[in-house]
């Protein structure tokens, strides 16, 4: 039993897979495998039927020798099955020394693709091409394609509760990033009116980078500094990736929760 749990462990493993490919392919893969028992037999029954052929006139011969007389009935049998054989010569079915050929493999070779893709063919008309156009037609036409597709549906419900029952992959969970709480700063009073962002900690008429005023937003970028006894905090805008504002110029109560929690 460990073995045929292993074997249906893989069969499953492989059906997920496909299922999970568009439907066409669905489709002709499971047409192929469908095919696969027939292409088979027709690929080794010409060759089973030579040695039934092959067999049967020895049978007869060791017939005539032992009742010679059945030796007429025996004969017209025997000339049956010769005519059969030569038949199947013909048509490329024997693997004889003077008909072994790559010619004459070939030969045999080539009803099975032509039956295969003929089959392939009858599937895109009659399976696949009714999935596309069930949502454009009404009607009859309509109720017949629904009948093509829900048959479809069926064979791969059964294939789905097979995996189901032998192949169930964990799904690994993407681990979810906690970005880290944006701290939001507005201007107070003070800094309405038009703030200047700096690029460094000091009050200069050169590092000025950019202005702020009114309801303008400010991410805390989580530095503070102290230069000449104002305190700086390094801020970021939509347009200003990095710079610093004096607190003064924050509003009040926002800069005295969050920044002196910080001290």
Not at 58 to 78: E, G, H, N, V
Request: net charge negative; with cysteine.
């Amino acid at each position: 039993m460990m073995l045929q749990d292993i074997v249906y462990v893989y069969l499953a493993m492989a059906q997920y897979y496909i299922l999970r490919l568009p439907y066409p392919v669905i489709v002709l893969i499971f047409v192929t495998v469908w095919y696969l028992p027939m292409g088979i037999a027709l690929w080794i029954l010409p060759w089973c039927f030579g040695r039934f052929i092959r067999i049967g006139q020895w049978c007869l011969y060791q017939m005539t020798r032992l009742f010679p007389a059945l030796q007429d009935i025996c004969s017209k049998m025997d000339s049956v099955l010769n005519s059969w054989g030569i038949w199947l010569e013909e048509s490329g079915g024997t693997d004889d020394k003077e008909n072994g050929d790559s010619g004459q493999k070939g030969r045999k070779r080539i009803p099975v693709t032509k039956i295969y893709v003929l089959i392939l063919l009858v599937a895109c008309v009659f399976l696949i091409i009714p999935y596309y156009m069930e949502p454009e037609l009404t009607g009859n036409s309509q109720r017949v394609c629904a009948d093509i597709n829900l048959f479809m549906e069926k064979k791969v419900a059964r294939a789905q509760k097979f995996v189901d029952q032998y192949y169930t992959p964990k799904v690994h969970e993407e681990e979810e990033i906690d970005e880290p709480e944006r701290i939001i700063f507005h201007l107070g009073a003070k800094g309405k009116g038009g703030a200047n962002l700096r690029s460094s900690p000091e009050k200069r008429s050169d590092n000025v980078v950019g202005t702020v005023q009114g309801d303008d937003e400010l991410i805390f970028e989580n530095e503070i500094q102290e230069t000449k006894g104002i305190i700086w905090v390094k801020v970021s805008t939509h347009d200003v990736p990095e710079a610093w504002i004096s607190k003064k110029l924050l509003n009040k109560k926002e800069a005295e929760a969050i920044l002196d929690s910080e001290n």
